[in-house]
């Protein structure tokens, strides 16, 4: 069996995924072809082997994870249904994108791939796992992909390729002619190869192969600028969703305070009346003007409790007023399993947290984080270095290998780094959330245990 | 060390990967373009796919002509989006081989960034397999060169990279994909007019040269061309879906709001 996805639809689900936070998911689309491959042997005058082709033509990204099963793995045909439309008839599989985890498929996935495979009625639905490791310092990524198909027995794993240019050979011009000095052999292709060219000299087939060239260009081109067209709206779309979102928490924030604001105030007047009376953390979230969070921002539309997101902002305000914060905070740290590696304003919600006095004493992580990435190899085993050998790697290549080495050792010591500039906040309800993971965190575990947390 | 970290958005490194994952039988390079933020922060905004004068394996370099194009597309999205733009680092593939920069790679990376010190390195590996695991692996990594203690030599210097998030990709970034199959069809017909120019060929050889131009577009429209435009169909089709729910979506918070 061989399975085949165009590079636009590989980077497409690439691009989903670095947009997301947490993991990500979708369906895959396309087709599953036969292919009869005739061979002759000793023993049997003809052999036909049919090979089963893979096609994957397109991918549909869930918008959200659980958007088609719950907690329990339970897939909901309703839900499915809905996501799927009429896309429903060209599934062959599923992907799913996972950062830190092992190549394997994990409980969840595997019951879920159940559900779907009788569901969708397709027999062999495959199930493309991309798993994401980095190295500590974050210089070098990986993105890893493998394509299951757990319906059958054996052979589990297909390998995925992704057609390209390949071989396009320039060398394949002849730029001499085969000596020859028959007069006949010349003469006669001169003759009947006139056929192939214009008046001008010029091959025919050149001109009409470049028109069809052109013409294609043009509707590339012509598509491109609807494309772009519809990204522009769809911004829009999602700033002006964003804003209500904003101001609808906003206003629900007021008229809580004004309810506790009146209810203290009641109970007060009851008692010998104080000069202070306004509670500390009314009078920080009146002090506080809601803005945006600064760039590089989440899209807010993972399934996020709301007062993450305000406290981010929260901590700007509070903050802007100390020094600015030096380079090494900004250095993105090691993740947790499950988190992105992009720059999320960790160091300041970390901050909150030591001032929150949560039980973080020893520690200025509040997450257990590995010091060394997960590095396994997919089939159980490890590997020290993420830099693996690849297939058909170059010699010359030996001397930089050796400096990864240093790298995957360092420990988490450079969280001790993260804090000292930080300043401490008191006066925060104890209900939010502790900052440093990044919202909507798959809570997939895996049952095997594999996460490295 | 000049650059702290690099934040690549992420609708420039969807046109590199595409980029990287054209061919596997060469490298293929480009140039970024995007701003060095006080913080020491160079921020990828776009990337320009260009042409490789020099095909030899491992020697990816730029021609002066090209970082001078470059730095005139760049103040076209300065203008365009307002902010200040320059050429600030370059990309290229390594398909087959080690996302890590050969000698060669790290030499040249010193040399640019002798013009400019915040001038940053990218690698992007892919096409690479791991026969018994049958998993597929695609890297990318980020350096700087800086020189040895020990010899006169340079060596690799690791530069944090991110991909920021960016939910709908830039006109810049799309405009930049398109680019690859004029681009390839220019090769090409340079390639071809150098050859017909060549006035002693028999009319068969000519023939035959004809036909590998044919030959060559077309693989050029099935693997590219082909490809991009379904993907922009797809995607088209993806951004109506999205706006329609969208739309329902702000309905949906508007009246609540009104509620409130």
Redesign the interface.
């Known amino acids: 069996m061989a399975a085949s996805i165009?590079?636009?639809?590989?980077?497409?689900v690439?691009?989903h995924s670095?947009?997301?936070?947490s993991d990500h998911e979708g369906f895959l689309l396309g087709d599953v072809r036969q292919e009869e491959t005739v061979s002759i042997s000793d023993t049997q005058i003809s052999t036909a082997e049919l090979l089963q082709i893979v096609e994957i033509?397109?991918h549909?990204?869930c918008?959200q994870l659980f958007s088609f099963y719950d907690y329990a793995g339970k897939v909901s045909e309703e839900n499915l249904n809905s996501i799927l439309k009429d896309r429903r008839k060209k599934v062959i599989g599923w992907y799913r994108f996972r950062r830190n985890t092992q190549?394997q498929m994990s409980f969840r996935e595997q019951i879920i791939h159940k559900q779907l495979t009788q569901l969708l009625g397709v027999p062999d639905l495959v199930f493309l796992l991309f798993s994401f490791i980095s190295?500590a310092?974050?210089?070098?990524?990986?993105?890893?992909?493998?394509?299951f198909r757990p319906n059958r027995r054996y052979n589990q794993?297909?390998?995925?390729s992704?057609?390209?240019?390949?071989?396009?050979?320039?060398q394949?011009?002849?730029?001499?002619?085969?000596p020859?000095t028959s007069l006949n052999y010349?003469k006669v292709?001169?003759e009947h190869?006139?056929e192939?060219?214009d008046k001008d000299g010029?091959?025919k087939?050149?001109r009409t192969?470049?028109q069809?060239?052109s013409a294609?260009?043009d509707?590339?081109?012509a598509?491109?600028v609807?494309?772009?067209q519809?990204?522009?709206?769809?911004?829009k779309?999602?700033e002006?969703?964003n804003k209500?979102?904003q101001?609808?928490a906003l206003?629900?924030r007021k008229?809580a305070e004004e309810k506790r604001l009146r209810e203290v105030q009641n109970a007060d007047s009851r008692s010998t009346p104080e000069e202070n009376t306004e509670p500390p953390e009314a009078s920080l979230l009146s002090r506080i003007t809601f803005h945006a969070p600064s760039?590089?921002e989440?899209?807010s539309t993972s399934p996020n409790p709301p007062s993450y997101t305000d406290l981010l902002s929260q901590d700007d305000s509070l903050l802007s007023s100390s020094s600015p914060p030096t380079?090494a905070a900004?250095?993105?740290r090691p993740q947790a399993v499950g988190s992105p590696?992009?720059?999320t304003p960790g160091p300041l919600g970390m901050g909150l947290a030591m001032g929150l006095g949560l039980s973080l004493g020893t520690s200025p992580n509040p997450v257990t984080t590995p010091s060394t990435p997960y590095l396994g190899?997919?089939?159980g085993s490890s590997s020290d270095s993420l830099?693996?050998?690849?297939?058909?790697?170059?010699d010359?290549?030996d001397?930089?290998?050796d400096?990864?080495d240093d790298?995957e050792d360092e420990d988490s010591s450079e969280y001790e780094n993260l804090v000292s500039e930080t300043t401490h906040l008191q006066m925060v309800s104890a209900s939010v959330l502790v900052p440093g993971r990044p919202a909507a965190l798959s809570p997939d575990g895996d049952a095997r245990g594999s996460q490295t947390t | 060390m000049a650059v702290s970290a690099v934040h690549l958005e992420s609708d420039a490194f969807l046109v590199c990967m595409n980029h990287a994952l054209s061919t596997e039988k060469e490298e293929v390079m480009g140039l970024c373009i995007g701003e060095v933020e006080v913080t020491r922060i160079v921020h990828i905004h776009s990337v320009i796919i260009l042409r490789r004068s020099d095909k030899r394996k491992d020697r990816v370099e730029i021609s002066p002509e090209q970082l001078s194009a470059a730095s005139t597309e760049a103040e076209r999205l300065a203008d365009m989006t307002g902010r200040p733009m320059r050429v600030v680092g370059w990309y290229h593939s390594h398909p087959h081989i080690t996302v890590w920069p050969s000698h060669v790679d790290v030499r040249t990376q010193a040399m640019y960034q002798m013009l400019d010190q915040c001038f940053v390195g990218l690698i992007f590996s892919c096409f690479i397999e791991d026969k018994n695991t049958k998993t597929g692996r695609v890297l990318y990594t980020c350096f700087q060169s800086v020189q040895a203690q020990k010899s006169s030599e340079y060596e690799r210097v690791e530069i944090p990279i991110h991909v920021v998030p960016r939910e709908a990709i830039g006109k810049v970034c799309l405009e930049s994909a398109v680019e690859l199959p004029r681009i390839l069809c220019q090769e090409e017909q340079d390639t071809y007019r150098k050859i017909h120019s060549l006035a002693h060929l028999d009319p068969v050889t000519k023939i035959h040269n004809g036909s590998v131009f044919t030959k060559n577009l077309c693989s050029q429209m099935s693997a590219v061309s082909g490809p991009l435009l379904q993907w922009l169909e797809d995607r088209l089709e993806q951004n109506k879906h999205s706006i329609v729910e969208l739309q329902q979506e702000k309905e949906k918070l508007l009246q609540e709001l009104a509620a409130l």
């Open positions: 165009s590079g636009y639809t590989f980077s497409s690439c691009y670095a947009n997301s936070n033509h397109n549909d990204p918008a190549q190295t310092n974050s210089s070098t990524h990986a993105l890893e992909y493998v394509l794993r297909i390998t995925l992704i057609p390209n240019l390949g071989n396009t050979s320039q394949e011009y002849k730029i001499s002619s085969v020859n010349a292709v001169k190869g006139a192939f060219f010029v091959m087939d050149i192969i470049f069809v060239y294609l260009q509707k590339v081109q598509v491109c609807e494309v772009e519809s990204e522009r709206v769809k911004e779309f999602q002006d969703v209500l979102k101001q609808i206003r629900k008229t760039a590089p989440r899209p380079s900004l250095l993105p590696g992009h720059p190899n997919g089939d830099d693996r050998q690849a297939a058909g790697q170059e010359d290549d001397d930089e290998d400096e990864d790298e």
